[in-house]
């Protein structure tokens, strides 16, 4: 199942687009890798928002996807139908969109996840999905690793998008993974569900729970800095700017589920 979203990356928008790097953010390189570190949040970031796709683009999608499973064959998380309740979920290439690179269900992600590890990429051996903070609450939370992003640093209202600076490139306005699973503070009985997990909604800056099997985006974040090389502003790609909201009417909460 994919999570559906009718915004692609394909012109230009100029007023929903800053190319001036965010003050918050700062660009560096480490082992010649692109990052993108958060004061806010003491956190780093891939500079690329879809690293699966990139990486799939280099290395051949079927070297990559071979690559996850033989690092992480299985994923350990609560028992549920996905693995006939045994809490260990057996990674397969259909934990991956082929069709869109960098969908991915939520297993994948955590496989993928590990993949970074084991290569220690960026010189970190640290990374994981963002965390949801505490007490999380399904819709606009702004204490979660990304609502920090979302809100803080790049401008998202809950009405409208975030701002996608030039710190950034190939940003999907779509669901992205969050690494936690249910847990006793969610606010809605159907969010208890073992199945599902939580994800972020980087169009409308909302977050909810999903189905494990779904298929969405994985960020990875590793804490603080590492090996600082800072880069000028004017090397950064402005390719960010690049893309339409083929749906400018603002999908709320209840659009979201109906998607799902």
Request: proline share 6%; with cysteine; net charge negative.
């Amino acid at each position: 199942m994919q999570f559906n979203s009718k915004l692609i990356a394909s012109g230009f928008l100029a007023n929903c687009v800053t190319l001036n790097a965010n003050a918050d953010l700062t660009n560096y390189l480490s082992s010649e890798t692109e990052l993108v570190y958060s004061s806010i949040s003491n956190l780093t970031w891939t500079a690329d928002a879809n690293l699966f796709g990139t990486l799939a683009e280099t290395l051949g999608f079927d070297n990559l996807v071979g690559s996850i499973i033989t690092i992480s064959p299985t994923i350990n998380n609560i028992p549920n139908y996905h693995d006939i309740n045994t809490g260990n979920y057996k990674i397969t290439p259909n934990d991956y969109n082929r069709i869109s690179p960098g969908l991915m269900t939520w297993f994948g992600a955590k496989a993928f996840i590990s993949y970074l590890n084991q290569i220690n990429y960026g010189n970190s051996s640290r990374w994981s999905l963002p965390d949801i903070g505490l007490n999380p609450i399904l819709g606009f939370q702004k204490n979660s690793q990304f609502g920090e992003l979302f809100y803080q640093e790049l401008g998202g209202s809950g009405v409208a998008p975030a701002v996608i600076s030039n710190n950034f490139y190939n940003p999907q306005l779509s669901a992205y993974w969050f690494n936690n699973e249910p847990g006793k503070t969610l606010a809605l009985p159907y969010s208890y569900t073992p199945e599902n997990a939580w994800f972020f909604d980087f169009y409308s800056g909302w977050q909810g729970g999903i189905d494990k099997g779904a298929f969405s985006y994985a960020w990875a974040v590793t804490p603080n800095q590492i090996n600082e090389v800072p880069l000028p502003n004017s090397l950064w790609p402005i390719g960010t700017a690049y893309f339409v909201l083929l749906n400018k009417k603002h999908r709320d909460k209840t659009t979201i589920l109906n998607e799902l």
